[in-house]
């Protein structure tokens, strides 16, 4: 059990194009869901929380109207890169807790590559 | 807040040896610290967890050791193989208000040689 799906796996776009990214949760329902961006051979940095029906929260640094996160059912959240530009390249990854459970389940990432 | 030092950053073993990461918390407040796998072009995998009311805990070949005292904690893997090389990474994070949202190290590089 606890499942997170993430697709696509990669996807590669041109600069200043819009890319979503979706994580559902397959087994069970997620109030709250994480999103990540991994630089290669470097730890996750969390961007932001997104919130079921709610507005996400933002790590200090990160641009909401950049990356416009959308958690509009219990197992669905998205991520949408907007006006993409190389230095967005990186590899997004999602998580989520079930309810009583403290560790976190992550999706199987996404590349992103912006020509 | 939180922060979590992860040594070494590589660690390179022959199959059958064992491999030790340690990690060290800065948070006398955190209370769970679980470690992931994470290989190539993959998601992070939770591999084993240790809440602080545990100072050890084993599952087939890998165990977690925590001392509270001095805010340490370590990965064994013993017996490795070559299907263990991945990275690894160590979190860890304070249970308040049910978050349990992790802080992670930055990783291990297990290579296990045949």
């Known amino acids: 059990g606890a499942v997170v799906s993430q697709h696509p796996s990669r996807v590669i776009c041109k600069s200043g194009t819009s890319v979503k990214i979706e994580c559902r949760s397959l087994?069970?329902?997620?109030?709250?869901m994480f999103w990540y961006r991994q630089f290669p051979k470097q730890s996750l940095m969390l961007m932001a929380t997104?919130?079921?029906?709610?507005?996400?929260?933002?790590e200090q640094g990160v641009e909401k109207d950049k990356f416009l996160i959308n958690h509009a059912s219990l197992t669905l959240s998205t991520l949408t890169v907007t006006s993409a530009h190389p230095e967005d390249s990186s590899f997004y990854i999602c998580?989520?807790?079930?309810?009583?459970?403290?560790?976190?389940?992550f999706g199987s990432g996404t590349r992103l590559t912006v020509v | 807040g939180e922060n979590v030092e992860q040594h070494p950053s590589t660690l390179s073993v022959q199959e059958g040896d064992s491999a030790v990461i340690k990690c060290t918390y800065s948070d006398s407040a955190s209370n769970y610290f679980p470690w992931y796998k994470q290989e190539l072009g993959k998601g992070p995998q939770l591999i084993i967890d240790i809440r602080s009311n545990v100072g050890e805990k084993k599952d087939q070949r890998i165990a977690v050791t925590l001392n509270k005292t001095a805010k340490h904690f370590s990965l064994h893997i013993t017996e490795t193989q070559p299907e263990d090389s991945a990275v690894y990474f160590c979190?860890?994070?304070?249970?308040?208000?049910?978050?349990?949202?992790?802080?992670f190290g930055r990783g291990t590089s297990l290579i296990v040689h045949p």
């Open positions: 997104s919130n079921e029906g709610s507005k996400a929260t933002y």
């Open positions: 979190a860890a994070s304070i249970g308040s208000g049910g978050s349990y949202i992790p802080t």
């Open positions: 087994d069970f329902q997620a109030t709250t």
């Open positions: 998580s989520a807790r079930v309810g009583g459970r403290e560790g976190y389940t």
